[in-house]
């Protein structure tokens, strides 16, 4: 069966390398029988902040207003803004969502920051009680793909920015994980403004080149939440730390147990 790809793209300039990079992906996937959805954030001027305004028809606790809360409830009878409803359509027909934006501050452009904060709200996607485990996004894939201004060499373990697989896990395992999806390896492009055009021609074709195979591709490894014990606030078993104790490497990123990173697990599958 053809399958949906949507990609939510955050940049201003039609002109930019991002623009380039999102219309590979487009041309691409569509050649090979995909049906592309482009949600293209500055274009649709998409409201970047969490507001009462997201939710039709009052709100429960106008005094003490708790985002996720209220839009637990709106999302559950109906009542959520007309864009969000929109995108979160969009997520649900989707087998696999790109993110394309230039790196801000070691992460998102506000303007998608707000559309995870908005549009991955509390019941939809994501839940308290049972953290990394809804069903909902379990067999779609999902995956960033960015620009940087720095060089490769400068988000390394001894570069002066640190190293890249810790920049990502935020995004990648507090986001794109979280909220289930099966998170493939990321697209960067090392600082496009700053290379050769040869380069930057380098970096395109190797996309579509990447692209052709894509949705075949084995996601990136995270700890299983069944790993967490529930009844203890959510901590590692003891007989999955046991397991892991004569190891070289911690688990994760975040779940390094003292012990060094796995090299480049948030950049690699199945490392
Ligand atoms: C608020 C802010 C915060 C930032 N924070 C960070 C940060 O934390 N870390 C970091 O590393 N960087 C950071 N940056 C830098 C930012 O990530 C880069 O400026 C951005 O990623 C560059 O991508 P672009 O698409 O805007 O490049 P552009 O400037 O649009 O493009 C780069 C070059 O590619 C050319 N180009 C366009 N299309 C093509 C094509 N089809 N083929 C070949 N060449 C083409 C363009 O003409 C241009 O010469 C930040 C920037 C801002 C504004």
Known sequence: MAKKVLLVYAHQSSGS??????????????????????????????KATATAEDITGGVKN?????YGEETKLAWEEGRLAADIKEEQRKLTE??????????????????????????????????????????????????LSFTTGAHESMFSANGINGDINVTLWPLQNGVLHCCGFQVLAPQIFWAPSHVSSEARSAMLEAWRTRLQGL???????FTPPECFDKEKGFQLKPEVHEKHATK????TVGHHLGKPLPPNSQMKAGV
């Not at 452009?109 to 308290?128: C, E, H, N, Q």
């Not at 070289?248 to 688990?251: Q, T, Y």
């Open 17 to 46: 390398f991002n623009a380039a990079a999102k219309d590979a992906a487009v041309e691409i996937l569509t050649a090979q029988g995909c049906t592309v959805e482009v949600s293209d954030l500055y274009a649709m001027k998409f």
């Open 62 to 66: 106008a005094e003490h207003f708790s």
């Open 215 to 221: 949705l075949k591709e084995e996601p990136l490894v």
């Open 248 to 251: 070289e490497f911690g688990l």
């Open 94 to 143: 989707a087998d696999l969502i790109i993110f394309q934006f230039p790196m801000y501050w070691f992460t998102v452009p506000a303007i998608m920051k707000g559309w995870f904060d908005r549009v991955l709200t509390l019941g939809f996607a994501y839940s308290v009680e049972k953290p990394y485990s809804l069903e909902i996004f379990k067999g779609k894939k999902a995956m």
